[in-house]
Structures are given as C-alpha cells and as structure tokens.
C-alpha cells in the first residue's frame, strides 16, 4: 500500500513539474509581442522613451514598389530575381543609430555600411533604394542597433555584437538576443539592452 501511495505522489509531482514547464514555455512572450509593446510604450510617452527602461528592440521589415510606386511589405520566403529593388523599414522604441552591413552569397562582409542613419523612437525610417546585383545566392543583411552613446566606427561594434552572442560560455555582458521572423517581418530585442543586430536573408535567383 506505501509502495502504491509513493508512486502515485512520484506521479502527480512528475505531472505538475510537466504541466509548469508547459505554462512556463506557453507564458513566455514571442520576440514580436515584446517589440511591439516596446514600441507601443515609446509613442504613448516620447519625451520620456530614452529614459524609460525597456530592451533594445527593432522591428525589420523589407519594402518594394508596387501599383502607383506605393512601397509594400515582402516577405523574405519569396525568391529575389537580379535587378530587384527593394528597402528596408525598421521601428525602433528609443533614439539611435543604425547601420546595415551587406555579406554577399560570394564574399566577405563590407566593413563599411551600405546605410546609416539616426533614428528616432516610434519613427519608422526607410532605407535608400537597395538594387540585387552581381551573384545569386544568399545575400545576408545585418541590420545593427548600435549601443546607446555609441559613435565612430559600427563595424567594430558589429562584430562585437556578432562574437558575442555567438559565444559557446555566455557571460552576463554577453548579447542575448531573441529573434522572431513572420511574413511582415523580422522582429529583435535584447533582453540585456545596449544594441543588437537582426540578419535578413534574400534569395537571390
């Protein structure tokens, strides 16, 4: 009888271990639903976006002309053919710099940006006109939020970012980044703040 009531104790602990990590993972809140809410809380109070503490986030999302040279949004599943224009958008809860740094299907990534630009918080901000050139593949676009007070150079930055958050022992200071891709777009945040950087891969056919 003891062995009987042991096991069914075992059980019922196993089971509500179970059903915890369940909650836990179900309760855990997506990459997009976390910038969004940065964002949200960014345009209902402006003035005080710099000085309010939320993670480092950007919304990412890549624009094309369609009828009447409205830009629409694409999603990055569909293949890109040579001579494609595009842009990309992106949304950001605080002030800051962006950078975007282009790695082609044959070659190194470019130490100097392909766009920079300040943004501001709730903003949207449109890159230049892109253009798909030279070989097909998979043409890789980092899209980088620089650290708050950050100036000079990105590309250092950017690499740090890289080497960081693809570290096997992550430390405190290390970037941890949570990364969520839908059809509209790519969304980011850095559960530790001070920058971070999202990847766009674009078919080339």
């Given at each position: 009888m003891n062995r009987l009531v042991t096991q069914i104790l075992l059980a019922a602990q196993?089971?509500?271990?179970?059903?915890?990590?369940?909650?836990?993972?179900?309760?855990?809140?997506?990459a997009k639903e976390v910038v969004l809410a940065s964002l949200a809380q960014a345009a209902a109070a402006p003035g005080a976006a710099?000085?309010?503490?939320?993670?480092?986030a950007l919304a990412v999302s890549v624009l094309t002309e369609g009828p009447l040279n409205m830009l629409v949004t694409r999603s990055v599943e569909a293949p890109f053919s040579t001579g494609d224009k595009f842009r990309i958008k992106l949304l950001s809860p605080r002030?800051?710099?962006v950078?975007?740094?282009?790695?082609?299907?044959?070659?190194?990534t470019s130490k100097a940006p392909i766009w920079r630009a300040r943004v501001k918080a709730g903003v949207e901000s449109v890159s230049n006109?892109?253009?798909?050139?030279?070989?097909?593949?998979?043409?890789?676009?980092?899209?980088?939020?620089?650290?708050?007070?950050?100036?000079?150079?990105?590309?250092?930055?950017?690499?740090?970012?890289?080497?960081?958050?693809?570290?096997?022992?992550?430390?405190?200071?290390?970037?941890?980044?949570?990364t969520e891709n839908t059809n509209q777009g790519?969304?980011?945040?850095?559960?530790?703040?001070?920058?971070g950087f999202v990847t766009i891969h674009i078919r080339h056919q």
């Open positions: 196993l089971g509500l271990a179970a059903c915890g990590v369940y909650a836990q993972s179900q309760s855990a809140p997506r710099a000085n309010t503490a939320r993670p480092d002030d800051g710099e950078a975007i740094f282009n790695t082609p299907p044959v070659g190194e006109l892109m253009q798909l050139t030279g070989n097909r593949g998979v043409d890789q676009l980092h899209v980088v939020l620089l650290p708050s007070g950050h100036s000079g150079d990105p590309f250092p930055a950017f690499q740090g970012m890289m080497a960081a958050n693809g570290s096997a022992g992550k430390s405190a200071k290390d970037i941890r980044l949570v790519t969304y980011f945040y850095n559960p530790n703040g001070q920058g």
